[in-house]
């Protein structure tokens, strides 16, 4: 009787084994792109004219179905460094804008059996915005500090097909803020007042009436091989309006980088050949 229940828990184990090398594969998707193009900025804190110049931004990307219902669950991390400077219309003066933004979501994904390759996404996201707008000829209020967390709708169309012999991966994903909070102080409040201890009315509920946001991202994979070409193009429009003070930052950028998809392995680093590989992206 015990050689019997021995052997049927060895069965079990093996089975068990057997199942864990079956469970999908979950490759992750990361890309590195530079993004360069244009900026105008406008805030009233700092100066009533409108400021037009040049934008640049580094930006990191990682996207992998999730571990439960990895077919129709995808996760997105992105983070963007960028920097934009711009010239009053007289273009005797620079100002500099300085922004670091990181966002995580997670997207439904739906295929669409009478297109094939075509695929839609549809989620939310929350992300954390920081930076700052710095005018030199600004002596008492050089700097308009900026700070936002918000919370969003985003989505994507995601179309694979192939040019000839070579895949190719086409995107198109929104992404607008819907609530949030953001940080501003009172009309030509000094930031040494907020270091004596003037903290009231500082932070503010974001909507669309005082916080509007808009990133459109359209990015194009050229799938050369295990390293990929990403070129596309980024456009991100804020709008904020609170205390009497209006910022405004415009942006539009050529994206281009790299992109490819990597697996982590267990010491062992065997494959099942029975284990289905899902994609978040390609």
């Not at 839609?120 to 967390?149: C, E, F, H, Q």
């Not at 929104?174 to 907020?194: A, H, M, Q």
């Amino acid at each position: 009787m015990r050689f019997r229940a021995l052997f049927a828990f060895l069965l079990c184990a093996l089975a068990m084994k057997g199942a864990d090398t079956d469970k999908p594969l979950r490759p992750v998707m990361a890309a590195y792109t530079l993004e360069v193009g244009s900026s105008s900025l406008y805030d009233t804190y700092l100066t009533p004219l409108n400021y037009k110049g040049q934008s640049y931004a580094l930006a990191y990307e990682r996207m992998q179905a999730m571990r439960f219902s990895p077919e129709k669950w995808v996760m997105r991390l992105t983070g963007r460094l960028a920097l934009n400077r711009a010239l009053n219309p007289a273009r005797n003066a620079t100002m500099w804008d300085l922004d670091f933004e990181l966002s995580w979501g997670m997207m439904h994904r739906w295929s669409i059996p009478a297109v094939s390759g075509l695929q839609l996404y549809g989620g939310g996201s929350t992300m954390a915005d920081i930076g700052a707008l710095y005018l030199a000829r600004n002596g008492n209020n050089p700097v308009s500090a900026k700070a936002a967390w918000t919370v969003a709708f985003t989505g994507a169309a995601v179309y694979n097909f192939k040019i000839a012999r070579l895949p190719v991966c086409l995107r198109y994903q929104p992404t607008l803020p819907v609530t949030g909070i953001f940080f501003s102080p009172d009309y030509g409040e000094l930031y040494y007042e907020i270091y004596l201890g003037n903290h009231s009315g500082l932070v503010h509920g974001a909507w669309w009436g005082n916080y509007f946001r808009l990133n459109n991202l359209l990015t194009a994979d050229l799938r050369f091989g295990s390293t990929n070409l990403r070129i596309g193009y980024s456009g991100d429009i804020l709008s904020t309006k609170v205390n009497n003070i209006v910022t405004r930052r415009i942006t539009h950028a050529l994206t281009i980088g790299v992109s490819g998809e990597w697996l982590s392995l267990n010491r062992s680093g065997k494959l099942s050949s029975k284990a289905k590989i899902i994609s978040a992206l390609y």
